[in-house]
């Protein structure tokens, strides 16, 4: 089949003019229905999927591969992949251009043993040589945007200055900074000063993620960095109205304000849109448990919703937590930030070994 050509300049804005807001990929989570549900209050400009394996055996993954040809969403979807196999990046490329993608994502940044073991995703920033070979094929492989999302290092900031500058020899298009090194994982304060660092060093637009909590905290990481706009995960997650208040907020208009019965609209609906045919009852109720912990951070700030949502098995009880929890006092504010000290702590209900990577299994905010 012949390849497809892809735009070669970054797609538009929603909102021409304003900073550049993007759904942080995330294994396990940014799939077709949860793209579908941040869309309903409010898209990024951009979505990434989550990452594509690449290695010997692998096939682009039919789950993923939906989030870009079922896409209704009207927003530009760029694949990442993960792997440091160079003849298997080319192929996988050529198979995703078949696709309609916006362009092709390089992850440089997945944090989980299991993966970093392996020489890929955040591994690979021990080894600037082995990027500077993926991304020369990649360059000669993608007929349009290649974008990276990196983090700062690996153990330390070592080989930072030398990787943003093949981030310019191999013309990158866009690069998404997670300012934290892989071993910060995802706890630690994010060092924004790292990403002005790169929005100085690199000719492509930089993206600034990591922590961005708010519309009030985008507009703050972006005076700071200097990027041009923001790569939003967990916060997503827990407030889906995040990327319209960014816009709000950077057009200096007012922002909306989100009540608990808000919330409990949002569950009804991400409930209903992560439903599939044959899914047993307790496991869709244990997968939305792992959205509820984030979205439980901004309820109350004693972690009680929390403390009810985790012990909930059936959808009846999941709902009557929420109804008791949300509906009592339907008009009370669903904080903009998290409540200092609630914590969005994996569940431990669902074994993890299935987890292979950056999962709700194992992340938490
Ligand atoms: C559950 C989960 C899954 C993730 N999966 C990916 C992934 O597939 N690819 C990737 O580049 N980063 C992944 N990440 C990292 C996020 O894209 C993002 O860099 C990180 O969460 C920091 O941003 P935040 O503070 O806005 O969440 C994942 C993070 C979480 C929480």
């Known amino acids: 089949m012949p390849s497809a050509r892809l735009a070669s300049s970054l797609p538009a804005a929603l909102h021409s003019g304003l900073p550049l807001t993007a ?15 941040i869309t309903h209050y409010g898209a990024p400009d951009y979505f990434f999927t989550e990452f594509f394996r690449v290695h010997g055996q692998s096939r682009p993954e039919k789950h993923i591969l939906r989030s870009i040809d079922e896409n209704t969403t009207g927003r530009p979807v760029f694949a990442q992949l993960i792997g440091e196999d160079l003849a298997h990046l080319s192929r996988t490329v050529e198979e995703l251009l078949q696709h309609n993608i916006a362009g092709i994502d390089l992850n ?12 890929v995703g955040g591994g ?70 790292y990403i002005a660092h790169a929005v100085r060093r690199v000719r492509c637009p930089v993206l600034a993620n990591g922590n961005v909590t ?23 997650i827990r407030n889906p109205w995040i990327f319209r208040q960014c816009r709000e907020q950077l057009a200096g208009r007012p922002v909306l304000r989100l009540t608990l019965a808000d919330v409990r609209d949002y569950v009804e609906r991400l409930y209903r849109a992560t439903q599939v045919p044959g899914l047993v009852e307790r496991l869709h109720v244990n997968k939305m448990k792992k959205y509820l912990n984030f979205v439980g951070q901004s309820v109350d700030a004693t972690g ?12 009846a009880e999941l709902f ?28 431990c209900e669902t074994p993890a070994a299935g987890a292979d990577g950056c999962s709700l299994e194992t992340v938490s905010a």
């Open 320 to 347: 009557g937590v929420c109804d008791r929890h949300l509906l009592a006092e339907p008009a009370r504010e669903f904080s903009a930030e998290p409540y200092p000290g609630v914590v969005a702590r994996p569940n």
């Open 304 to 315: 009680a919703f929390l403390h009810d949502m985790r012990r909930t098995e059936s959808e």
């Open 23 to 37: 759904l942080a990929p995330m294994q396990d989570v940014t799939d077709l229905a949860f793209m579908r549900v």
């Open 108 to 119: 440089l940044g997945c944090p989980a043993p299991k993966v970093y073991k392996k020489n």
């Open 124 to 193: 690979l920033l021990r080894d600037p040589q082995k990027v500077g070979e993926i991304l020369a094929t990649l360059r000669a492989a993608v007929p349009g945007l290649l974008t990276v999302k990196m983090r700062i290092g690996f153990e330390n900031t070592l080989h930072f200055d030398r990787l943003l500058e093949l981030i310019n020899e191999h013309s990158v298009d866009l690069l998404s900074v997670h300012g934290r090194t892989v071993k910060e994982m995802y706890r630690s304060e994010v060092h924004y000063d």
């Open 214 to 236: 708010s519309a009030a905290r985008a507009q703050a990481v972006l005076a700071t960095t200097g990027a041009v706009g923001v790569m939003i995960g967990r916060h997503a």
